[in-house]
């Protein structure tokens, strides 16, 4: 079983350019999550997926940030209009039925807005 | 409202020695999960242990132990004879629907050999 990747691992953007994440889970893996990490603290929660519907989404997430889960397999984040305060590791991470609450991460994808 | 709190921001022990991981709840909720996280420096985040509102025995795994504790809101992880590999940032963790997990800001272990 290969783990949960993402990409890209690094992107580097001007401040109001569009970037998009993709997280590929666990094969089989129904549940997926998006988490935000910045220096010195815990992730923090964005937003949630059951398959292909997304079930919750944090009042973190402002109307620049969409995800999607098409097909309920891989998932994107987009960041539209990229801020400054938008520089993060995005983590994503999916987990399996019947659910134990594992959570499994990816490497993350770290964002970095000049 | 659900909180978790790790007081700790870093610690440094020399291997060997046993350093205990503390970690604070708030949840309004009767049932909950609580969870501890490893972050290695390679950053991926790898998981513990998870932990039911309703089952306050105490866990050991080899050199890990937990110590969960309703009464006082804490989940606290204690590590016997550290261990140079032991370095990285632990997460405390909160649930109660698998929908939501709130971390806390993490604990920083440096084991110096």
């Known amino acids: 079983d290969t783990g949960v990747s993402q990409d890209p691992r690094h992107k580097i953007t001007k401040r109001g350019q569009n970037v998009t994440f993709r997280c590929d889970p666990i094969s089989e893996h129904n549940r997926l999550y998006w988490y935000r990490q910045t220096l010195g603290q815990g992730p923090e929660f964005l937003t949630y997926f059951q398959n292909e519907a997304q079930l919750e989404k944090s009042r973190l997430l402002s109307d620049r940030f969409s995800a999607e889960r098409p097909k309920g397999s891989f998932s994107t984040l987009e960041i539209q209009r990229t801020e400054q305060g938008d520089s993060a590791m995005y983590l994503c991470?999916?987990?399996?039925?019947?659910?134990?609450?594992?959570?499994?991460f990816g490497e993350g994808s770290r964002l970095t807005v000049l | 409202a659900q909180k978790v709190t790790q007081a700790q921001t870093e610690i440094s022990v020399v291997e060997k020695e046993d350093v205990t991981l503390d970690c604070v709840y708030e949840?309004?909720?009767?049932?909950?999960?609580l969870f501890w996280y490893k972050q290695p420096p390679s950053g991926e985040l790898v998981f513990l242990i998870r932990r039911n509102s309703f089952d306050e025995q105490n866990e050991i795994s080899g050199r890990y132990s937990w110590n969960f504790q309703k009464s006082t809101s804490s989940f606290n992880f204690t590590i016997t004879a550290s261990q140079v590999v032991d370095s990285a940032v632990y997460f405390c963790?909160?649930?109660?629907?698998?929908?939501?997990?709130?971390f806390g800001s993490g604990t920083k272990l440096n084991v110096k050999p």
């Open positions: 991470a999916s987990s399996s039925t019947p659910n134990t609450g594992e959570l499994f």
């Open positions: 963790a909160l649930s109660y629907n698998f929908n939501k997990f709130y």
């Open positions: 949840t309004r909720d009767t049932t909950y999960y």
